[in-house]
Nanobody, 121 residues
Framework: VQLQASGGGLVQAGGSLRLSCAVS????????MGWFRQVPGKEREFVTA???????YYADSVKGRFTISRDNAKNTVYLQMNSLKPEDTGVYSC????????????????WGQGTQVTVSS
């Protein structure tokens, strides 16, 4: 199973970005999909996840600003990020989990390479 994240970039505070994560191999509809972010010197942080039933979970820090969605026909999960803040800066990685869709990164089975998001103030 391979995950390819894209869509990162540099944006001013208050702006928007849309990340994509394309999944190849395996059965996409069997996976819960999550997004995590990390900055140097800090632990990887849960952002959001969507499971095979379409149930969605968000970290409190992004509720109301970020939206996760999945397109099963395209084997792709998206992360729409609005009202971005400088503290949203980090490397965003997508992950696929066979039996888990929560906030623990160690429980996900497959990871993409990450895409850099930088929010300037």
């Amino acid at each position: 199973v391979q995950l390819q994240a894209s869509g990162g970039g540099l944006v001013q505070a208050g702006g928007s970005l849309r990340l994509s994560c394309a999944v190849s191999g395996g059965t996409f509809t069997s996976y819960a999909m999550g997004w995590f972010r990390q900055v140097p010197g800090k632990e990887r942080e849960f952002v959001t996840a969507i499971n095979w039933r379409g149930e969605i979970y968000y970290a409190d820090s992004v509720k109301g600003r970020f939206t996760i969605s999945r397109d099963n026909a395209k084997n792709t999960v998206y992360l729409q990020m609005n009202s971005l803040k400088p503290e949203d800066t980090g490397v965003y990685s997508c992950a696929a989990g066979l039996f888990y869709s929560g906030s623990l990164s160690s429980e996900y089975n497959y990871w993409g390479q990450g895409t850099q998001v930088t929010v300037s103030s």
